[in-house]
């Protein structure tokens, strides 16, 4: 499936806490190209994991509209959102989100149980990403018996299991150490390419970053391109 064009206009987003109104969003306007490949950059409370929430239907914003292609995606019924983040939206977390109980196998394998697939398909197509991810000697293995690289190639394997047109990674290699996050990053950016999916990035470091075909600084609740890493 190729990528999807985004188009993110004037979106607000606050909390409200202790009867204080604390403002994370303050007008951000974005717009990403199908199959384009994007990093948002920041400071830890600047907004970047809403913002990323928000583009995968996760959170909704007060004010502003999410296009995906020709739709706003807010204007459509929690089952079609629903459908929508099954079918054309994957998820890279820091933290993994595996199910614990479950093996490498099976963790990937749920979106597409949840989209219908006959288990039997749904199998060979997650073992096949496995073993595409390195990881085919472990499919068995549950996420306590994995290491946090081989955790987050199963997490990029299901995000991808889909074959998604947008993929969103949350600091996908912010909990791992240097030479496990590069082999990781490296992953991520060369399946993505294979998809074509539409990527974005939310990442501390302007490193990896610069890698991608643009990136932005989130910073007093404003979105601002940058050219280099500062």
């Known amino acids: 499936m190729a990528g999807v064009r985004v188009r993110v206009e004037a979106l607000h ?7 204080v109104t604390l403002p994370v969003l303050s007008g ?14 920041g400071q830890s409370g ?19 509209r999410i ?7 807010f204007s459509r019924s929690p089952s079609e959102l629903d459908a929508l983040r099954n079918r054309e939206i994957g998820f890279v977390f820091q933290f993994h989100h595996l199910l614990a109980d479950q ?10 149980l949840i989209a219908g697939e006959p288990a039997a398909k749904a199998e060979a197509e997650s073992a096949a990403l496995l073993k595409r991810v390195g990881l085919g000697a472990r499919l068995r293995h549950r996420p306590g018996e994995l290491s946090g690289g081989e955790q987050q190639r ?15 990674a949350d600091e996908p290699t912010g909990n791992l150490d240097p030479r496990t996050a590069a082999g990781v990053f490296d992953l991520l950016l060369e399946l993505n390419a294979e998809v074509g999916s539409t990527l974005v ?7 990896l970053a610069e890698r991608l075909d643009r990136r932005f600084v989130l910073r007093d609740g404003c979105l601002s391109p940058v050219g280099v890493a500062a």
């Open 13 to 19: 987003r606050f909390f409200v806490k202790g009867g």
């Open 154 to 168: 199963v997490a990029i394997a299901r995000a991808l299991i889909r074959s998604p047109s947008l993929l969103l």
């Open 46 to 64: 600047s907004g970047k994991s809403t913002l990323l929430h928000m583009l995968g239907t996760l959170d909704r914003p007060q004010r502003g």
């Open 103 to 112: 093996d490498a196998l099976h963790n990937v394998m749920v979106p597409a």
């Open 201 to 207: 990035i939310v990442t501390h470091s302007h490193e």
């Open 67 to 73: 296009w995906f292609g020709d739709r706003d995606v």
């Open 28 to 41: 951000v306007d974005l717009t990403l190209e199908a199959g384009e490949r994007v990093a948002i950059l």
